[in-house]
Protein backbone atom coordinates (compact mmCIF):
# COMPACT_ATOMS: atom_id res chain seq x y z
CA UNK A 1 0.00 0.00 0.00
CA UNK A 2 2.97 2.33 0.84
CA UNK A 3 4.28 1.55 -1.91
CA UNK A 4 1.92 2.40 -4.60
CA UNK A 5 0.84 5.80 -2.77
CA UNK A 6 4.81 6.36 -3.27
CA UNK A 7 4.47 5.70 -6.68
CA UNK A 8 1.76 7.77 -7.17
CA UNK A 9 2.89 10.56 -5.49
CA UNK A 10 5.84 9.92 -7.92
CA UNK A 11 3.52 10.51 -10.69
CA UNK A 12 0.86 13.29 -9.90
CA UNK A 13 4.97 15.59 -9.25
CA UNK A 14 6.10 14.86 -12.65
CA UNK A 15 5.36 17.84 -15.12
CA UNK A 16 3.03 17.60 -17.79
CA UNK A 17 3.63 14.88 -20.11
CA UNK A 18 5.08 15.47 -23.51
CA UNK A 19 3.90 13.24 -26.69
CA UNK A 20 3.10 9.84 -25.84
CA UNK A 21 6.55 8.97 -25.87
CA UNK A 22 6.75 10.77 -22.01
CA UNK A 23 3.19 9.12 -20.68
CA UNK A 24 4.74 5.37 -22.05
CA UNK A 25 8.40 5.84 -20.19
CA UNK A 26 6.64 7.67 -16.55
CA UNK A 27 4.44 3.83 -16.30
CA UNK A 28 7.00 1.80 -17.33
CA UNK A 29 9.20 3.72 -14.19
CA UNK A 30 10.01 0.40 -12.13
CA UNK A 31 8.29 1.03 -8.59
CA UNK A 32 10.64 -1.04 -6.31
CA UNK A 33 13.80 1.53 -7.57
CA UNK A 34 13.47 2.84 -4.32
CA UNK A 35 14.04 -0.03 -2.69
CA UNK A 36 17.25 -1.24 -4.78
CA UNK A 37 18.77 2.22 -4.90
CA UNK A 38 21.10 1.85 -2.33
CA UNK A 39 22.76 -1.66 -3.40
CA UNK A 40 22.64 -0.17 -6.85
CA UNK A 41 24.78 2.84 -6.08
CA UNK A 42 26.85 0.62 -4.15
CA UNK A 43 27.85 -1.88 -6.48
CA UNK A 44 27.55 0.61 -9.90
CA UNK A 45 28.83 3.72 -8.34
CA UNK A 46 31.65 1.74 -6.93
CA UNK A 47 32.43 0.23 -10.01
CA UNK A 48 31.96 3.01 -12.38
CA UNK A 49 33.42 5.04 -9.88
CA UNK A 50 36.47 2.46 -9.75
CA UNK A 51 36.89 2.55 -13.84
CA UNK A 52 36.56 6.49 -13.65
CA UNK A 53 39.77 6.78 -11.07
CA UNK A 54 41.54 4.11 -13.39
CA UNK A 55 41.51 6.53 -16.87
CA UNK A 56 42.43 9.74 -13.90
CA UNK A 57 45.28 7.59 -13.30
CA UNK A 58 46.80 6.26 -16.31
CA UNK A 59 47.20 9.66 -16.97
CA UNK A 60 49.79 10.03 -14.38
CA UNK A 61 53.61 8.91 -14.09
CA UNK A 62 52.84 7.73 -10.80
CA UNK A 63 54.83 4.97 -8.48
CA UNK A 64 51.60 4.67 -6.33
CA UNK A 65 53.12 6.20 -3.38
CA UNK A 66 54.53 9.71 -4.13
CA UNK A 67 51.82 12.64 -3.51
CA UNK A 68 52.34 14.14 -6.14
CA UNK A 69 51.81 12.09 -9.12
CA UNK A 70 53.17 13.72 -12.76
CA UNK A 71 50.34 14.34 -15.24
CA UNK A 72 51.58 12.76 -18.45
CA UNK A 73 48.03 12.84 -20.43
CA UNK A 74 48.32 10.10 -23.12
CA UNK A 75 52.23 9.45 -23.24
CA UNK A 76 51.43 5.90 -21.71
CA UNK A 77 49.16 4.95 -24.38
CA UNK A 78 51.48 6.00 -26.93
CA UNK A 79 54.48 4.09 -24.99
CA UNK A 80 52.04 1.53 -24.90
CA UNK A 81 51.46 1.58 -28.64
CA UNK A 82 55.33 0.78 -29.20
CA UNK A 83 55.72 -1.71 -26.79
CA UNK A 84 56.80 -4.83 -28.43
CA UNK A 85 55.62 -6.71 -25.26
CA UNK A 86 52.39 -4.77 -25.18
CA UNK A 87 51.44 -6.85 -28.71
CA UNK A 88 52.98 -10.00 -28.15
CA UNK A 89 50.35 -10.33 -25.01
CA UNK A 90 47.57 -8.92 -27.70
CA UNK A 91 48.77 -11.59 -29.67
CA UNK A 92 49.38 -14.67 -27.22
CA UNK A 93 45.72 -13.58 -25.72
CA UNK A 94 43.83 -14.04 -29.36
CA UNK A 95 46.09 -17.43 -29.59
CA UNK A 96 44.98 -18.51 -26.47
CA UNK A 97 41.45 -18.10 -27.04
CA UNK A 98 41.23 -19.28 -30.34
CA UNK A 99 42.62 -22.70 -29.35
CA UNK A 100 41.31 -22.46 -25.88
CA UNK A 101 38.08 -22.35 -27.15
CA UNK A 102 37.83 -24.26 -30.10
CA UNK A 103 39.25 -27.22 -28.07
CA UNK A 104 36.83 -26.65 -25.04
CA UNK A 105 33.91 -26.44 -27.48
CA UNK A 106 34.96 -29.56 -29.21
CA UNK A 107 35.68 -31.98 -25.87
CA UNK A 108 32.92 -30.54 -24.06
CA UNK A 109 30.84 -31.12 -27.11
CA UNK A 110 31.53 -34.87 -27.38
CA UNK A 111 31.65 -35.79 -23.33
CA UNK A 112 28.28 -34.17 -23.46
CA UNK A 113 26.62 -36.17 -26.49
CA UNK A 114 28.38 -39.18 -25.19
CA UNK A 115 27.22 -39.04 -21.75
CA UNK A 116 23.76 -38.50 -23.27
CA UNK A 117 23.21 -42.08 -24.59
CA UNK A 118 23.22 -44.98 -22.55
CA UNK A 119 26.76 -45.26 -20.50
CA UNK A 120 27.06 -47.11 -17.32
CA UNK A 121 28.03 -44.97 -14.02
CA UNK A 122 27.52 -42.06 -16.08
CA UNK A 123 27.54 -40.07 -12.99
CA UNK A 124 30.84 -41.21 -12.24
CA UNK A 125 32.39 -40.08 -15.98
CA UNK A 126 30.41 -36.20 -15.23
CA UNK A 127 32.09 -35.81 -11.68
CA UNK A 128 35.36 -36.61 -13.19
CA UNK A 129 35.12 -34.45 -15.96
CA UNK A 130 33.85 -31.78 -14.06
CA UNK A 131 36.21 -31.55 -11.13
CA UNK A 132 38.96 -30.39 -12.67
CA UNK A 133 36.77 -26.88 -12.99
CA UNK A 134 36.59 -26.46 -8.85
CA UNK A 135 40.24 -27.44 -8.26
CA UNK A 136 41.85 -23.91 -7.58
CA UNK A 137 44.60 -22.25 -9.91
CA UNK A 138 47.25 -22.50 -7.08
CA UNK A 139 47.08 -25.86 -6.05
CA UNK A 140 46.62 -27.48 -9.84
CA UNK A 141 49.85 -24.95 -11.01
CA UNK A 142 52.49 -26.31 -9.18
CA UNK A 143 51.79 -29.80 -9.76
CA UNK A 144 51.70 -28.82 -13.40
CA UNK A 145 55.04 -27.56 -12.92
CA UNK A 146 56.16 -30.74 -11.26
CA UNK A 147 55.00 -32.53 -14.37
CA UNK A 148 55.42 -30.44 -16.99
CA UNK A 149 59.82 -30.09 -15.60
CA UNK A 150 62.66 -31.75 -18.02
CA UNK A 151 62.51 -34.84 -15.76
CA UNK A 152 58.72 -34.80 -15.00
CA UNK A 153 56.06 -37.23 -15.17
CA UNK A 154 55.07 -35.79 -18.65
CA UNK A 155 58.67 -36.41 -19.94
CA UNK A 156 58.59 -39.95 -18.53
CA UNK A 157 55.21 -40.96 -19.68
CA UNK A 158 56.14 -40.44 -23.13
CA UNK A 159 59.44 -42.32 -22.80
CA UNK A 160 57.87 -45.12 -21.34
CA UNK A 161 55.57 -45.17 -24.68
CA UNK A 162 58.66 -45.11 -26.85
CA UNK A 163 58.22 -41.56 -27.33
CA UNK A 164 60.98 -40.59 -26.11
CA UNK A 165 62.92 -38.31 -28.68
CA UNK A 166 59.76 -36.18 -27.78
CA UNK A 167 61.05 -35.19 -24.21
CA UNK A 168 61.96 -31.59 -23.85
CA UNK A 169 62.22 -29.23 -21.38
CA UNK A 170 58.31 -27.92 -21.20
CA UNK A 171 58.42 -24.49 -19.36
CA UNK A 172 61.79 -24.06 -20.39
CA UNK A 173 61.10 -23.29 -23.89
CA UNK A 174 59.36 -20.27 -25.31
CA UNK A 175 57.75 -22.29 -28.37
CA UNK A 176 56.16 -24.88 -25.58
CA UNK A 177 55.67 -22.70 -22.83
CA UNK A 178 52.20 -21.10 -24.29
CA UNK A 179 51.07 -24.67 -25.53
CA UNK A 180 51.67 -25.64 -21.71
CA UNK A 181 49.43 -23.21 -20.25
CA UNK A 182 46.79 -23.45 -23.33
CA UNK A 183 46.82 -27.65 -22.56
CA UNK A 184 46.35 -26.62 -18.77
CA UNK A 185 43.73 -24.46 -19.53
CA UNK A 186 41.62 -26.72 -21.51
CA UNK A 187 42.12 -28.98 -18.71
CA UNK A 188 40.68 -26.89 -16.14
CA UNK A 189 37.42 -25.44 -17.96
CA UNK A 190 36.35 -28.31 -20.17
CA UNK A 191 33.95 -29.54 -17.57
CA UNK A 192 32.27 -26.06 -17.87
CA UNK A 193 31.43 -26.39 -21.88
CA UNK A 194 30.54 -30.31 -20.98
CA UNK A 195 27.70 -29.16 -18.29
CA UNK A 196 26.57 -26.27 -20.04
CA UNK A 197 26.55 -28.19 -23.21
CA UNK A 198 25.22 -31.42 -21.19
CA UNK A 199 22.62 -29.48 -20.29
CA UNK A 200 21.43 -27.65 -23.43
CA UNK A 201 21.21 -30.65 -25.21
CA UNK A 202 18.68 -31.95 -22.87
CA UNK A 203 16.64 -28.90 -23.98
CA UNK A 204 16.72 -30.16 -27.87
CA UNK A 205 13.67 -31.31 -29.18
CA UNK A 206 13.59 -35.43 -28.65
CA UNK A 207 11.01 -35.63 -31.89
CA UNK A 208 13.97 -33.68 -34.27
CA UNK A 209 16.16 -36.44 -33.20
CA UNK A 210 13.86 -39.09 -33.89
CA UNK A 211 12.52 -37.48 -37.17
CA UNK A 212 16.62 -37.57 -38.01
CA UNK A 213 17.05 -41.10 -37.20
CA UNK A 214 14.36 -42.01 -39.74
CA UNK A 215 15.39 -40.39 -42.49
CA UNK A 216 18.50 -42.35 -41.88
CA UNK A 217 20.57 -39.60 -41.10
CA UNK A 218 24.10 -40.96 -38.99
CA UNK A 219 25.53 -39.95 -35.37
CA UNK A 220 28.16 -37.51 -36.96
CA UNK A 221 25.42 -36.00 -39.28
CA UNK A 222 22.95 -35.84 -36.20
CA UNK A 223 25.59 -34.23 -34.67
CA UNK A 224 26.41 -31.44 -37.19
CA UNK A 225 22.87 -30.61 -38.50
CA UNK A 226 20.63 -30.74 -35.25
CA UNK A 227 22.57 -30.81 -32.25
CA UNK A 228 25.03 -28.08 -33.25
CA UNK A 229 22.71 -25.84 -34.02
CA UNK A 230 20.66 -26.76 -31.47
CA UNK A 231 22.99 -25.09 -28.85
CA UNK A 232 23.78 -22.41 -30.37
CA UNK A 233 22.60 -20.64 -27.47
CA UNK A 234 25.15 -22.05 -25.61
CA UNK A 235 28.15 -21.81 -28.04
CA UNK A 236 27.88 -17.80 -28.20
CA UNK A 237 27.26 -18.02 -24.20
CA UNK A 238 30.54 -19.53 -23.94
CA UNK A 239 32.59 -17.65 -26.71
CA UNK A 240 31.72 -14.51 -24.88
CA UNK A 241 32.57 -16.23 -21.32
CA UNK A 242 35.96 -17.51 -23.02
CA UNK A 243 37.03 -14.46 -24.37
CA UNK A 244 36.77 -12.24 -21.78
CA UNK A 245 38.56 -15.35 -19.54
CA UNK A 246 41.32 -15.02 -22.12
CA UNK A 247 41.44 -11.02 -21.62
CA UNK A 248 41.42 -12.05 -17.60
CA UNK A 249 43.88 -14.98 -17.87
CA UNK A 250 46.28 -14.65 -14.91
CA UNK A 251 46.58 -17.61 -12.39
CA UNK A 252 47.84 -20.15 -14.46
CA UNK A 253 50.32 -18.21 -17.06
CA UNK A 254 51.39 -16.55 -13.40
CA UNK A 255 52.21 -19.47 -11.63
CA UNK A 256 53.49 -21.63 -14.03
CA UNK A 257 56.13 -19.74 -16.11
CA UNK A 258 55.08 -16.09 -14.33
CA UNK A 259 54.78 -15.31 -18.00
CA UNK A 260 58.20 -16.66 -19.10
CA UNK A 261 60.55 -17.56 -20.47
CA UNK A 262 61.66 -14.49 -22.14
CA UNK A 263 58.01 -13.07 -22.30
CA UNK A 264 56.33 -16.57 -24.08
CA UNK A 265 53.58 -16.68 -22.03
CA UNK A 266 52.76 -12.95 -20.82
CA UNK A 267 48.95 -11.92 -21.06
CA UNK A 268 47.84 -8.81 -20.34
CA UNK A 269 46.50 -9.36 -16.54
CA UNK A 270 50.24 -10.70 -15.89
CA UNK A 271 51.86 -7.85 -18.03
CA UNK A 272 49.42 -5.63 -15.71
CA UNK A 273 50.65 -6.76 -12.95
CA UNK A 274 53.93 -6.67 -13.42
CA UNK A 275 53.99 -3.03 -13.95
CA UNK A 276 51.99 -2.15 -11.47
CA UNK A 277 52.92 -4.10 -8.42
CA UNK A 278 57.15 -5.20 -8.51
CA UNK A 279 58.30 -2.13 -10.97
CA UNK A 280 55.62 0.85 -9.34
CA UNK A 281 54.43 1.59 -12.87
CA UNK A 282 50.97 2.71 -11.69
CA UNK A 283 49.94 4.38 -14.38
CA UNK A 284 51.52 2.47 -17.04
CA UNK A 285 49.42 -0.46 -15.42
CA UNK A 286 46.05 2.04 -15.33
CA UNK A 287 46.49 2.86 -19.52
CA UNK A 288 46.63 -1.28 -19.78
CA UNK A 289 43.90 -1.97 -17.57
CA UNK A 290 41.43 0.65 -19.45
CA UNK A 291 42.53 -0.72 -23.10
CA UNK A 292 41.98 -4.38 -21.22
CA UNK A 293 38.20 -3.17 -20.09
CA UNK A 294 38.12 -1.66 -24.09
CA UNK A 295 39.10 -4.92 -25.60
CA UNK A 296 36.63 -6.82 -23.58
CA UNK A 297 33.47 -4.52 -24.20
CA UNK A 298 34.54 -4.76 -28.01
CA UNK A 299 34.64 -8.43 -28.28
CA UNK A 300 31.59 -8.79 -26.33
CA UNK A 301 29.87 -6.55 -28.48
CA UNK A 302 31.08 -8.00 -31.58
CA UNK A 303 30.17 -11.94 -30.09
CA UNK A 304 26.80 -10.20 -29.00
CA UNK A 305 26.38 -8.77 -32.76
CA UNK A 306 27.46 -11.74 -34.38
CA UNK A 307 25.26 -14.03 -32.29
CA UNK A 308 22.03 -11.52 -32.90
CA UNK A 309 22.40 -11.48 -37.00
CA UNK A 310 22.51 -15.19 -36.62
CA UNK A 311 18.97 -15.60 -35.00
CA UNK A 312 17.37 -12.77 -36.87
CA UNK A 313 18.13 -14.99 -39.60
CA UNK A 314 16.74 -18.17 -38.34
CA UNK B 1 75.55 -11.96 -13.78
CA UNK B 2 76.81 -9.44 -11.24
CA UNK B 3 79.69 -12.44 -10.35
CA UNK B 4 80.58 -13.11 -13.30
CA UNK B 5 81.14 -9.43 -14.31
CA UNK B 6 83.20 -9.17 -11.27
CA UNK B 7 85.73 -11.89 -12.21
CA UNK B 8 86.11 -10.14 -16.25
CA UNK B 9 86.49 -6.49 -14.90
CA UNK B 10 86.63 -6.09 -10.91
CA UNK B 11 84.81 -2.73 -10.05
CA UNK B 12 82.86 -2.57 -13.80
CA UNK B 13 79.33 -3.41 -12.58
CA UNK B 14 79.36 -0.69 -10.23
CA UNK B 15 80.18 1.95 -12.99
CA UNK B 16 77.74 1.18 -15.01
CA UNK B 17 75.47 0.89 -12.18
CA UNK B 18 76.12 4.15 -11.26
CA UNK B 19 75.68 5.71 -14.97
CA UNK B 20 80.03 5.96 -15.32
CA UNK B 21 80.15 3.15 -17.89
CA UNK B 22 78.08 2.04 -20.57
CA UNK B 23 76.45 -1.40 -19.90
CA UNK B 24 77.38 -2.71 -23.47
CA UNK B 25 81.41 -1.72 -22.93
CA UNK B 26 83.63 -4.89 -23.48
CA UNK B 27 83.44 -6.12 -20.35
CA UNK B 28 79.66 -6.37 -20.19
CA UNK B 29 80.04 -8.01 -23.47
CA UNK B 30 82.25 -10.23 -22.60
CA UNK B 31 80.00 -11.13 -19.34
CA UNK B 32 77.03 -11.76 -21.19
CA UNK B 33 79.30 -14.22 -23.15
CA UNK B 34 79.96 -16.51 -20.49
CA UNK B 35 76.23 -16.51 -19.17
CA UNK B 36 75.59 -17.78 -22.49
CA UNK B 37 78.09 -20.36 -22.84
CA UNK B 38 77.16 -21.85 -19.53
CA UNK B 39 73.73 -22.23 -21.55
CA UNK B 40 75.64 -23.56 -24.90
CA UNK B 41 78.06 -25.66 -22.86
CA UNK B 42 75.56 -27.61 -21.22
CA UNK B 43 76.95 -26.38 -17.78
CA UNK B 44 73.14 -25.17 -16.82
CA UNK B 45 71.06 -28.18 -16.88
CA UNK B 46 68.13 -28.41 -19.42
CA UNK B 47 64.86 -26.24 -19.18
CA UNK B 48 67.06 -23.75 -16.45
CA UNK B 49 65.71 -20.60 -18.37
CA UNK B 50 62.04 -21.97 -17.00
CA UNK B 51 63.51 -23.26 -13.42
CA UNK B 52 63.26 -20.82 -10.58
CA UNK B 53 65.17 -20.25 -7.95
CA UNK B 54 62.34 -20.47 -4.99
CA UNK B 55 60.85 -23.12 -5.23
CA UNK B 56 62.42 -25.05 -8.10
CA UNK B 57 66.56 -24.72 -7.20
CA UNK B 58 65.93 -24.33 -3.80
CA UNK B 59 63.75 -27.79 -3.68
CA UNK B 60 66.31 -29.63 -5.51
CA UNK B 61 69.49 -28.79 -3.67
CA UNK B 62 67.73 -29.62 -0.47
CA UNK B 63 66.41 -32.98 -2.13
CA UNK B 64 69.98 -34.07 -2.55
CA UNK B 65 69.19 -33.72 -6.92
CA UNK B 66 72.27 -31.27 -7.37
CA UNK B 67 75.22 -30.85 -5.32
CA UNK B 68 75.42 -27.28 -5.85
CA UNK B 69 73.33 -24.08 -6.04
CA UNK B 70 74.16 -20.49 -6.26
CA UNK B 71 72.47 -18.50 -2.74
CA UNK B 72 73.85 -15.82 -0.61
CA UNK B 73 74.92 -15.71 2.80
CA UNK B 74 71.08 -15.74 4.23
CA UNK B 75 71.30 -19.59 2.92
CA UNK B 76 74.33 -20.35 5.69
CA UNK B 77 71.37 -20.30 7.80
CA UNK B 78 70.79 -24.20 6.74
CA UNK B 79 74.05 -24.77 8.11
CA UNK B 80 72.54 -25.39 11.23
CA UNK B 81 70.71 -28.79 11.96
CA UNK B 82 67.41 -27.39 13.15
CA UNK B 83 67.20 -24.91 10.14
CA UNK B 84 68.37 -27.64 7.55
CA UNK B 85 65.75 -30.15 9.03
CA UNK B 86 62.38 -27.42 9.05
CA UNK B 87 63.72 -26.49 5.62
CA UNK B 88 63.87 -30.05 4.55
CA UNK B 89 60.61 -30.96 5.66
CA UNK B 90 58.99 -27.65 4.05
CA UNK B 91 60.94 -29.08 0.52
CA UNK B 92 59.16 -32.06 1.09
CA UNK B 93 61.43 -34.68 2.13
CA UNK B 94 59.85 -37.52 4.10
CA UNK B 95 62.18 -38.76 6.85
CA UNK B 96 64.22 -35.39 6.36
CA UNK B 97 68.00 -36.58 6.99
CA UNK B 98 69.76 -33.15 7.75
CA UNK B 99 73.01 -32.81 5.28
CA UNK B 100 75.93 -30.35 5.83
CA UNK B 101 76.27 -27.11 3.33
CA UNK B 102 79.31 -25.53 3.06
CA UNK B 103 80.06 -22.07 1.25
CA UNK B 104 82.42 -21.89 -1.36
CA UNK B 105 84.27 -18.84 -3.64
CA UNK B 106 82.07 -18.30 -6.92
CA UNK B 107 84.71 -19.87 -9.43
CA UNK B 108 86.87 -17.62 -11.81
CA UNK B 109 85.58 -17.53 -14.55
CA UNK B 110 86.61 -14.22 -16.10
CA UNK B 111 90.26 -14.02 -15.04
CA UNK B 112 89.90 -12.82 -11.90
CA UNK B 113 88.65 -13.57 -8.52
CA UNK B 114 85.14 -12.35 -7.79
CA UNK B 115 84.42 -9.78 -5.25
CA UNK B 116 81.60 -10.54 -3.05
CA UNK B 117 78.37 -7.77 -3.15
CA UNK B 118 75.43 -7.35 -1.02
CA UNK B 119 72.75 -5.00 0.14
CA UNK B 120 70.61 -4.01 3.00
CA UNK B 121 68.44 -7.35 2.62
CA UNK B 122 65.42 -5.17 4.13
CA UNK B 123 64.15 -2.04 5.91
CA UNK B 124 62.42 -2.02 9.36
CA UNK B 125 59.61 0.92 9.23
CA UNK B 126 57.26 1.98 11.47
CA UNK B 127 54.12 3.29 10.04
CA UNK B 128 53.03 6.72 11.28
CA UNK B 129 49.26 5.49 12.46
CA UNK B 130 50.48 2.80 14.72
CA UNK B 131 49.27 2.59 17.92
CA UNK B 132 52.43 2.16 20.72
CA UNK B 133 54.79 4.18 18.16
CA UNK B 134 57.17 4.72 21.06
CA UNK B 135 57.16 1.11 21.82
CA UNK B 136 57.70 -0.09 18.69
CA UNK B 137 60.08 2.50 17.93
CA UNK B 138 62.25 1.24 20.98
CA UNK B 139 62.18 -2.18 19.80
CA UNK B 140 63.32 -1.78 16.39
CA UNK B 141 66.34 0.87 18.14
CA UNK B 142 67.19 -2.51 20.28
CA UNK B 143 67.01 -5.05 17.69
CA UNK B 144 69.62 -2.96 15.26
CA UNK B 145 71.28 -0.77 17.15
CA UNK B 146 71.99 -3.02 21.12
CA UNK B 147 74.28 -5.52 21.49
CA UNK B 148 71.58 -8.38 22.52
CA UNK B 149 69.19 -7.59 20.09
CA UNK B 150 72.37 -8.00 17.21
CA UNK B 151 73.33 -11.07 19.13
CA UNK B 152 69.68 -12.43 18.48
CA UNK B 153 70.31 -11.25 14.55
CA UNK B 154 73.69 -12.85 14.23
CA UNK B 155 73.08 -16.28 15.78
CA UNK B 156 70.34 -16.70 13.17
CA UNK B 157 72.97 -16.83 10.65
CA UNK B 158 70.40 -15.91 8.17
CA UNK B 159 71.60 -11.70 8.13
CA UNK B 160 74.97 -10.37 8.58
CA UNK B 161 74.85 -7.85 11.49
CA UNK B 162 75.20 -4.68 10.93
CA UNK B 163 76.66 -3.69 14.32
CA UNK B 164 80.52 -3.81 14.02
CA UNK B 165 82.23 -6.57 16.02
CA UNK B 166 79.51 -8.82 16.80
CA UNK B 167 79.49 -12.61 16.17
CA UNK B 168 77.65 -15.48 16.16
CA UNK B 169 77.94 -17.48 18.66
CA UNK B 170 79.45 -20.50 17.53
CA UNK B 171 79.22 -22.08 21.02
CA UNK B 172 75.39 -22.30 20.96
CA UNK B 173 75.18 -23.16 17.20
CA UNK B 174 74.73 -26.63 16.37
CA UNK B 175 75.86 -26.91 12.64
CA UNK B 176 74.51 -30.78 11.23
CA UNK B 177 78.75 -31.56 11.27
CA UNK B 178 81.17 -28.81 12.98
CA UNK B 179 84.15 -30.98 11.74
CA UNK B 180 83.85 -29.80 7.88
CA UNK B 181 81.45 -26.54 8.50
CA UNK B 182 82.53 -24.49 11.46
CA UNK B 183 85.51 -23.36 9.48
CA UNK B 184 84.40 -22.57 6.20
CA UNK B 185 81.42 -20.16 7.35
CA UNK B 186 83.69 -18.46 10.05
CA UNK B 187 85.60 -17.32 6.97
CA UNK B 188 83.09 -16.44 4.72
CA UNK B 189 81.45 -14.26 7.78
CA UNK B 190 84.98 -12.94 7.98
CA UNK B 191 85.22 -12.12 4.31
CA UNK B 192 81.76 -10.27 4.39
CA UNK B 193 82.18 -7.62 6.57
CA UNK B 194 84.31 -5.22 4.80
CA UNK B 195 82.11 -5.92 1.47
CA UNK B 196 80.90 -2.50 0.58
CA UNK B 197 79.89 -2.77 -3.54
CA UNK B 198 76.01 -3.11 -3.89
CA UNK B 199 73.78 -5.84 -5.25
CA UNK B 200 70.44 -3.89 -5.54
CA UNK B 201 70.85 -0.93 -4.32
CA UNK B 202 72.58 1.50 -7.54
CA UNK B 203 69.81 -0.29 -9.67
CA UNK B 204 66.03 0.55 -9.85
CA UNK B 205 63.42 -1.83 -10.80
CA UNK B 206 63.92 -1.18 -14.53
CA UNK B 207 67.55 -1.53 -14.73
CA UNK B 208 67.38 -4.86 -13.09
CA UNK B 209 64.29 -6.06 -15.32
CA UNK B 210 66.29 -4.57 -18.64
CA UNK B 211 69.34 -7.33 -17.04
CA UNK B 212 66.99 -9.88 -16.80
CA UNK B 213 65.88 -9.25 -20.49
CA UNK B 214 69.34 -9.56 -21.66
CA UNK B 215 70.10 -12.49 -19.21
CA UNK B 216 67.11 -14.71 -21.15
CA UNK B 217 67.72 -13.78 -24.55
CA UNK B 218 71.21 -14.42 -24.44
CA UNK B 219 70.48 -17.54 -23.05
CA UNK B 220 68.06 -18.61 -25.02
CA UNK B 221 70.09 -17.51 -28.17
CA UNK B 222 67.19 -14.80 -29.26
CA UNK B 223 69.98 -12.44 -29.10
CA UNK B 224 73.65 -12.46 -29.32
CA UNK B 225 75.97 -10.60 -26.53
CA UNK B 226 76.41 -7.56 -28.22
CA UNK B 227 72.64 -7.21 -29.32
CA UNK B 228 71.76 -7.95 -25.50
CA UNK B 229 74.29 -5.40 -24.19
CA UNK B 230 72.68 -2.86 -26.50
CA UNK B 231 69.37 -3.41 -25.75
CA UNK B 232 70.46 -3.39 -22.09
CA UNK B 233 71.95 0.25 -22.62
CA UNK B 234 69.19 1.68 -24.24
CA UNK B 235 66.93 0.37 -21.11
CA UNK B 236 69.13 1.67 -18.49
CA UNK B 237 69.66 4.94 -20.20
CA UNK B 238 65.54 5.49 -20.58
CA UNK B 239 65.21 4.62 -16.97
CA UNK B 240 67.35 7.03 -15.65
Redesign the interface.
Known amino acids: MAGTSIAERGLREKPAPAAGGGRRSRRLQPQGLHWILPALVLSVGLIYYCIWYTAVISTWDWDGIDPNPERVGAENYIRIAQDPIFWKTIQHTIVFFVVTFVLQTALGLIFAVLLHSKVKLAVVYKVIIFIPVVLAPAITAPVFRQIYAPDGQFNSVLEFFGLGFLAQPWLGQESTALAVIMAVTVWQWTGLTFVLYFAAMGQIDQSLLEAARIDGAGNFRTLIHIIWPGVRGTTLALAILSAIGALKTFDIPYLITVGGPNYATEFLGTYIYRKTIPQSHVGYGAALSIILLVLALVMALILQVRGGEKRVVR | MQAIANSVEPGFWTKASKGDAKWNEPAMVKTLDIWKQLFSRGIM????????QY??ANNDFLTGKYAMVMMGTWYTQYSTEKAMTAALKAAGVSGAKPFPILPIQFPNVGGNTSEMFGDADYGLSISTKAKDKAAAEAFVTWLTTSQAGQQAVADQLNDVPALKGIEPNFEEINFVDPATQEAPVKDLLAKVAPVTQPRFALLN??VQ?AIF?AA??TA?G?ATPEEAANTLQEAAAAAQ
Open positions: QEGAIGYQPDQDDQQSTK
